[in-house]
């Protein structure tokens, strides 16, 4: 197998991918996603690299932020023709970034999530909250970029958000659910979770998360969550019984240190057993 880890930032966790690689007797490149770029000839397009074709690798692990959604999705398209596995399906990266239909996607599926609304710019927003109870988290978005977030408490907070809100397309008003928070990175069907705990006097969560295994049935409505938007790798959130936030970026650094084991390896164990399997 041979393995291409396509990051933007972080080139530390592309290298520890890459020495888990070759200690398990694989080959692994580290690629920035800045040397890539996608050539279209008589609307077919190609993968070019340094000035040479991308050819030659097995599978790809890509780490991209949602700002480069416009590249991410052909470059996904390109890589399921050409046949190499990636951890992302083909509009499983636009489907995650567009956090609203994201939960409508979760909801048609049957996963659990707190209860959402989606307002265009015009929309009376005073109105639709008195559908919710408080607190409601508000994001306002221009496309796909999220311009403010705030968790509203009150009438009062709400027109004082009102007031400072900058211009927006569209604004998602969401159920905020009080307790503890779990992020689990999902590996295929290994489930590897974090909590922080709720501070009901600070109304925040504790800073410094630990280990926790969670129930069988909490795990299954994890993968699930994550198979059901195509993506084999992500980082899941949840609250109770429900998916807060989904994220196609996974911070193994982070739950490495927690979890007391480097998650490296598992990674590329998971795109070998991929590999034995076609």
């Keep these: 197998?041979?393995?291409?880890?396509?990051?933007e930032t972080n080139s530390s966790q592309a290298e520890k991918i890459a020495t888990a690689c070759t200690d398990?007797?694989?080959?692994?490149?580290c690629i920035d996603i800045g040397s890539i770029a996608l050539e279209v000839e008589a609307g077919v397009p190609d993968i070019i690299r340094a000035a040479e074709h991308f050819k030659g690798y097995d599978s790809v692990f890509l780490q991209a932020s949602e700002r480069l959604l416009l590249f991410v999705e052909p470059f996904l398209e390109e890589l399921s023709e050409r046949g190499i596995s990636c951890q992302l399906k083909p509009t499983a990266f636009n489907t995650i970034a567009n956090k609203p239909f994201m939960f409508a996607t979760l909801n048609a599926k049957g996963v659990p999530t707190p209860r959402m609304s989606i307002l265009s710019y015009n929309t009376p927003v005073e109105?639709?909250?008195?559908r919710?109870?408080?607190?409601?988290?508000m994001e306002a978005y221009n496309g796909f970029e999220r311009v403010q977030s705030i968790i509203i408490e009150s009438d009062l907070t709400l027109k004082s958000f009102l007031k400072?809100?900058?211009?927006?397309?569209?604004?998602?008003m969401k159920?905020?659910?009080i307790?503890?928070?779990e992020e689990s990175i999902v590996i295929g069907d290994e489930v590897h979770t974090i909590r922080r705990s709720w501070n009901p006097e600070k109304l925040a969560h504790t800073e410094k998360p630990f280990m926790v295994k969670l129930a069988e049935e909490k795990n299954a409505m994890i993968v699930d969550a994550a198979r059901i938007l195509g993506v084999d790798i992500a980082t899941v959130r949840t609250s109770g019984s429900y998916v807060i936030d989904i994220s196609t970026l996974v911070d193994l650094d982070r739950f490495s240190h927690v979890l007391g084991t480097d998650l490296s390896a598992r990674i590329v164990t998971f795109y070998a057993g991929k590999g034995d399997q076609q």
Excluded: T
């Design 127 to 130: 109105s639709a909250a008195k």
């Design 1 to 7: 197998m041979k393995l291409a880890v396509v990051f």
């Design 175 to 177: 159920e905020y659910h």
């Design 132 to 137: 919710f109870n408080y607190p409601i988290l």
């Design 179 to 181: 307790g503890d928070l």
């Design 164 to 172: 400072s809100l900058p211009n927006y397309r569209m604004l998602s």
């Design 24 to 29: 398990l007797g694989y080959e692994c490149d």
